[in-house]
Each structure stands twice: as structure tokens, then as C-alpha cells.
């Protein structure tokens, strides 16, 4: 299986399994900016590596300066940590919740972040036929089945699903705890309306997550951060280790965060290129669930196997996410893709039309045999 280690985007197990170097792949099992990163990433990079010898900033005051202006929060209110990940984990260390209710299927490391804190995971499980909407009487639910604090993509991952209002409010209502991670909220035009950050800055108990890493395509420097309110920030500090942020990382993500024609670009395109291929799969007989985010989770045709498709496709120097390693989800009989530029969009459609054509005439071939 390509997630051997429980996420998308690894080159280097792809490489292993389908014999292809690492540079031959076109990766749609990993969510990043097609576009990025921004023209003054390499710059700034190129700066900070003159001062590869001078530690950082131990406060990342620049960039959590640039992302308190960004969000119209106090620069107490943020901080800025070694990924999404990371500020996922702090979150619930500095909350220490009994019990948490995560919504399934979802980021599989909230339920790793849970444990670390010393709590256990509960889970709500999301309906298909319901586009796997987070319900406000599901989380009601969990809060009366005893969980004291929840976890929410927002938009969630994979289903690329949209918190709504009244989930919002029957969570801050119900929990002591709230965590919404909005680590692919920047990929939606509403985010301004959408987002959850004021609120945090303001509010006790609710830590608002957020990544750079994904709309800025720069993962390998690894670059998240919390809004909360300033005492719970006080709290994540004191968690964290010291110098969390690398040197490198914090100027690249000031430089980036400042080009706002990179954004601009960004939202433009993604709506239109995600509809587009929305349809071309559902031409193929798959049933794409509506996304605010740059991928999207598909249903494959009965009798198309999720690992099996996976391991055709890498075969052919296209990689996948498989549903299977996400709780909840029926197994084998989902991908989840990210939405990439036009041609490259048209090379996974090319070869997934040529497989699920391969399998369909197999299956006619077998069915003939059977008669004779």
C-alpha cells in the first residue's frame, strides 16, 4: 500500500513499489498548490540561508505579526509552530481532554493527538448519503455520550466538507475543548466569512489550527500555526520546544504570505479547474462528493477496488490516496485526489479511463468464458 506511513505524498515508497524514480511521478495522493510556491519563496529561501548559522527567532515575531495582521487577531493570539500537525497536538496537550469526539473519517493524526494528550478517541460517524456533513445533532451527541472536547476539519479532510454554522455552535455550546483545524480553509474564496480565528482570539477553549504548507506548496519546511486566546496561547508555549519554527522556514513563509497575486491567482483558478474535473470523473462512473478544498473523495464503480486501481495507476506514474486508510470509509472503494493543473488533471483521467476500460473488458472476457 502506498500510505505505509498513513499519508499521501510519499515519493519514495511509490518509487519502491512501481519502480519509477521519485521525479517520474505526477502525485495527486498529496493536497499542495500546483502553482506554488510563490516566486519569492526561493529568494527568501536564498536569504535565510545566509544566516543558517545564527539561530532563530525563538517568538517568530515577523511572520506572527504578518498572520495577526492577516486575520485581524492580536499577535498574543498566535503562534507559529513545525507544521499542522504539530499545532494540532499542542492543542489538545494544552486542553488534556478525558475523551475526544473526532468525526469519521477524518486526519487520522487527531486521534494520534488525543492519545498524546491522555484521552481517549470517540467517533462520529459521518453518513455518505448525507455528503458526510457534521451534523449539529451528531455533535450534541457526543458531547452527551461523554466527550468533553472535539476535533473538526474545516474543511475536512478527506471529504473536503464545510463545518456548518449550527455544528459550530451546538460544538462551543457542548464542549469544554474545541479544535478546528482549518489547515486547507486558504484554498476557499470565503474564507474570510468562513473562518474561525476571531472567535478563537476571543474564546477560552477554542484553538483554531492552520497550515502554510499546502497553498504555498512548501512541505518539506514544515510550517503551521494556532490562533487562540492569548492565555491558551500561553499554555502552547509552554508546551512546545524551544525553536519549533526553523530559521528557513519562518522566512519563507513571511515571503510567501505576502504575495497576495499568488492567492489571488489561486482562488481564481481552483473552483472552475475542480468543477471541471468533478464532472470529467463523474462521466467515468464515479460519484465525487461536493468540496470547498483542492481535492476531492470519490466512490469508485462497483466491482473497482480502491488498492487495486492505486497500484495499476502507480504502475503508470500516477499516484492515488486510497480511502482505506481512513476510518469509516467502506473499504477498497475510495480515492481521494488532489486537484492539479489541466494537463496534469488530463493525464489522470487518461489513465484512469484506460484502466477502468481494461477492467470492464476483463470482466466481459470472464462473463464469455463462463458461457462457453
Not at 500537525?85 to 486521534?111: N, Q, S
Amino acid at each position: 500500500m502506498l500510505e505505509r506511513y498513513g499519508h499521501g505524498g510519499d515519493l519514495r515508497t511509490a518509487s519502491a513499489l512501481y519502480g519509477r524514480p521519485a521525479d517520474a511521478f505526477v502525485d495527486f495522493s498529496s493536497n499542495m498548490n500546483p502553482w506554488g510556491p510563490p516566486p519569492g519563496a526561493k529568494a527568501a529561501l536564498l536569504r535565510a540561508w545566509d544566516r543558517v548559522d545564527a539561530y532563530p527567532d525563538p517568538a517568530a515575531r515577523e511572520l506572527r505579526g504578518l498572520l495577526a495582521e492577516k486575520h485581524g487577531v492580536p499577535v498574543e493570539a498566535v503562534w507559529v509552530g513545525n507544521g499542522a500537525a504539530e499545532a494540532i497536538d499542542l492543542a489538545l496537550r494544552a486542553l488534556r481532554p478525558t475523551a475526544a469526539a473526532l468525526a469519521a473519517p477524518g486526519f487520522a493524526e487527531y486521534e494520534t493527538a488525543v492519545t498524546h494528550a491522555g484521552g481517549r478517541a470517540r467517533f462520529i460517524e459521518l453518513d455518505a448519503d448525507n455528503g458526510f456533513a457534521v451534523t449539529a445533532e451528531a455533535v450534541r451527541g457526543a458531547a452527551a455520550a461523554g466527550a468533553d472536547a472535539i476535533v473538526l476539519g474545516h474543511p475536512n479532510n478527506p471529504t473536503g466538507q464545510l463545518l456548518a454554522s449550527d455544528a459550530v455552535e451546538a460544538a462551543l455550546d457542548a464542549f469544554r475543548g474545541v479544535v478546528v483545524d482549518e489547515a486547507f480553509l486558504d484554498f476557499s474564496p470565503e474564507e474570510e466569512s468562513l473562518t474561525l480565528v476571531r472567535r478563537a482570539a476571543e474564546r477560552p477553549g477554542l484553538f483554531v489550527t492552520r497550515s502554510l504548507t499546502k497553498f504555498y506548496a512548501i512541505p518539506a519546511l514544515r510550517l503551521g500555526y494556532v490562533v487562540a486566546h492569548p492565555d491558551s496561547i500561553a499554555r502552547i508555549r509552554a508546551l512546545a520546544v524551544p525553536w519549533s519554527a526553523n530559521g528557513i522556514a519562518l522566512e519563507v513563509g513571511a515571503a510567501a504570505l505576502a504575495d497576495r497575486e499568488f492567492a489571488a491567482r489561486t482562488l481564481r483558478w481552483l473552483p472552475p479547474e475542480r468543477e471541471w474535473l468533478t464532472k470529467r470523473l463523474t462521466a467515468l462512473g464515479l460519484r465525487v462528493f461536493p468540496s470547498a478544498a483542492n481535492y476531492v473523495l470519490a466512490r469508485l464503480p462497483a466491482g473497482i477496488g480502491a488498492g487495486a486501481l492505486q497500484a495499476a495507476l502507480g504502475r503508470e506514474g500516477v499516484l492515488v490516496r486510497s480511502g482505506s486508510t481512513f476510518r469509516a470509509l467502506k473499504p477498497d472503494a475510495y480515492i481521494r485526489l488532489a486537484v492539479k493543473k489541466r494537463e496534469t488533471n488530463e493525464r489522470l483521467l487518461e489513465a484512469l479511463a484506460a484502466y477502468l476500460a481494461t477492467v470492464k473488458e476483463g470482466t466481459r472476457n470472464d462473463a464469455a468464458d463462463s458461457r462457453a
